[in-house]
């Protein structure tokens, strides 16, 4: 039967500006990194996505190489834009992503201008549509000059293949360059995607201070440190977690006696909020001034429908975020 959306799908969510342009993001965006690959249980993905949707998640990003194997997960995505959401396309907004590894020879990854248009149009197939919302460089190439990079974003984003221009993993120097580039080019920044959790801290070291002056958004990657900031590890490693998957990004070698130590106490102050830690972890996230959206993964529904609730509490006391820094300093 064919999908009809959920009318009240916009009543609990909210959007937060990104940056100073004019697009609003959900609170809340889906990944499809993990989970969304021709590995995976297609039906599953697609309760997820529909289920997010449903839910007020306007933001899907992807990437040209999430699968395994690469590309599945946007062709995956493709399928269920086009059997169920093809009614849908101007609620949506897709980003997808180049700069890994994905053909073979010196033009599969980084980021020359041909690797990038030519990615982008191979995204664009898989994906099923004619254009994106947004087209990130997935990560800062050291041998190519990064005006290269950035002019390909632009022709990207003026031929009509993508709306926006961001990108991913760059640090405090780079952002800055990139700014000013591609205000020469005529095509703003939009966003900065950066890997940001309780346990991952880095972008504190200056790179929110220039999202906030610039006028960029930011959306957080693995608020929940891929699922170390939930309840799933608190009894060993399940079967079906994602460190216990040949393929998956966690490895069981990251769960520690003393990461496990934190989470359990992070997991105790959750509670005392009323939330469990994934929601807690994201409400943490979004307590950022500079923060647009956190970036999440799911591999079930209830997970997905658990963190979203993170929503009903977002605002820290400043003595819950001393008990929380004590804790991560332990
Ligand atoms: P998260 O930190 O949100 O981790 C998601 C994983 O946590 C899920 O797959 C699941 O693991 C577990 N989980 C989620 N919710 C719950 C819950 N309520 N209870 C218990 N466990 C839960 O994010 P990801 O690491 O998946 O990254 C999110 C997205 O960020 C990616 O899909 C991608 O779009 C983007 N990203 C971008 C990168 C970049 O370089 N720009 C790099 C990495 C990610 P399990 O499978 O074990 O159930």
Known sequence: MA????????????????????????????GLWHNFGEVDAFENGRR??????????????LANNY?????????????????DLSGYRDEILISTKAGYLMWPGPYGEWGSRKYLLASLDQS??????????????????????????????????????????GVSNYSPEKILEAVRILKTLGIPLLIHQVKYSMFMREAEQGLFDIHEREGVGCIA??????????????????????????????????????????????????????????????????????????????????????????IDRLSYGSDELEAIELVLRS
Request: glycine share 8%.
């Open 221 to 310: 990657f693995s608020p929940l440190a891929q699922g170390l900031l939930t309840d799933r590890y608190l009894e060993g490693i399940p079967g079906d977690s994602r460190a216990s998957k040949s393929h998956g990004f966690l490895k069981p070698e990251d769960i520690t006696e003393k990461k496990l130590s934190q989470i359990r106490a992070l997991n105790t102050l959750a509670a005392r909020r009323g939330q469990s830690l994934a929601q807690a972890a994201i409400a943490w996230v979004l307590s950022k001034p500079v923060m647009t959206s956190a970036l999440i993964g799911a591999s079930r529904v209830e997970q997905l429908e658990n963190n979203l609730r993170a």
């Open 67 to 83: 699968g395994p194997p690469p590309g599945s997960a946007e062709e995956n995505f493709g399928r269920i834009l086009k059997a």
């Open 3 to 30: 999908f009809l959306a959920n009318s009240g799908r916009y009543d609990q969510m909210t959007y937060r500006r990104c940056g100073t342009s004019g697009l609003k993001l959900p609170a809340i965006s889906l």
């Open 124 to 165: 664009l197939k898989r994906l099923g549509v004619d254009y994106v919302d947004i087209f990130y460089s997935h990560r800062f190439d050291p041998e190519t000059p990064l005006e290269e990079t950035l002019s390909a974003l632009a022709h990207a984003v003026r031929s009509g293949k993508a709306l926006y221009a």
């Open 48 to 61: 997820i996505v529909l289920r997010a949707f449903d839910l007020g998640v306007t933001h899907f990003d």
